[in-house]
């Protein structure tokens, strides 16, 4: 985000967790949003448009959830506040429709060619997961807001509440690369784990430790599934 609201409450109030059910990457409808204090002059444009944000990481206080209002130009991203009341509808990066549902147009941009190939491949083992869309595919796929360009990347989100092995991560981001290559983008994945984001290239690379993103901001961990193991072993 190039520009976040304060807080339209006390940091001390603040729940790490937040309601579970907004997950960050949802994509939220509401019915208002809520100006809290001085935004940026293209957010009211950007709402008026498309009534959509995007839910982000952040610690927040019942009755609120932290989000992302994205606007037409890259730059324009700025961390706000909903209040829970105010949402209308909620689509999960796994629940987006494919993008068979756009026109011919939209469909021939590379991120999403990307999207249906991998959709249609067999050989993938992305199905064995919950998995869809985020960024600017993700949006225009729930809000049929063009957001999509000719350069945009392919980002995914991938729930992972359980261990994940090496090898197959690597495998995975093999058959990421591969069709990266094919459409001439990038294509970078989120491993959702318990710790939080975990970027797939970065685990897969074999790193110690890595970068894990929460509500509480980033920090570096040596196994994302480490919560899942304490627990298990109650």
């Known amino acids: ?16 967790s937040g309601d579970p059910r907004w997950q960050p990457h ?6 208002r949003l809520e100006a809290f204090d001085n935004e940026p002059a293209w957010v009211r444009d950007a709402f008026a448009r498309a009534p959509f944000v995007v839910v982000r990481r952040a610690q ?5 959830v932290a989000v992302g209002v994205r606007g037409a130009a890259r730059n324009e991203r700025y961390g706000t506040w909903a209040r829970s009341d105010d949402i209308e509808a909620v689509v999960k990066p796994e629940g987006l429709p494919s993008p068979s549902t756009l026109g011919a147009d939209r469909r021939a941009l590379s991120a999403l060619v990307a999207l249906d190939a991998l959709r249609r491949d067999s050989s993938s083992t992305l199905d064995t997961f919950a998995w869809g869309p985020t960024g600017s595919v993700g949006f225009e796929l729930a809000t049929f807001t063009p957001t999509v360009t000719s350069t945009s990347d392919l980002d995914l989100l991938i729930r992972m509440p ?3 092995p090496r090898d197959e ?19 970078d994945a989120q491993l959702e784990t318990p710790a939080g984001g975990v970027a797939l290239v970065e685990y897969a690379s074999g790193k110690a430790r ?4 929460d509500a509480s901001g980033p920090r570096l961990v040596a196994d994302p599934w480490a919560r899942v193991h304490t627990q298990a072993g109650r």
């Not at 985000?1 to 790490?16: N, Y």
């Open 1 to 16: 985000m190039r520009e976040s609201a304060v807080a339209p409450f006390a940091l001390d109030d603040a729940a790490a």
């Open 26 to 31: 949802d994509i939220l409808r509401l019915h």
């Open 60 to 64: 927040v206080a019942p009755g609120f």
């Open 162 to 164: 359980n261990h994940f």
């Open 169 to 187: 991560a690597q495998r995975l981001q093999t058959l990421l690369d591969t069709h990266a290559m094919r459409a001439g983008i990038r294509i």
């Open 210 to 213: 890595v970068m894990a993103r």
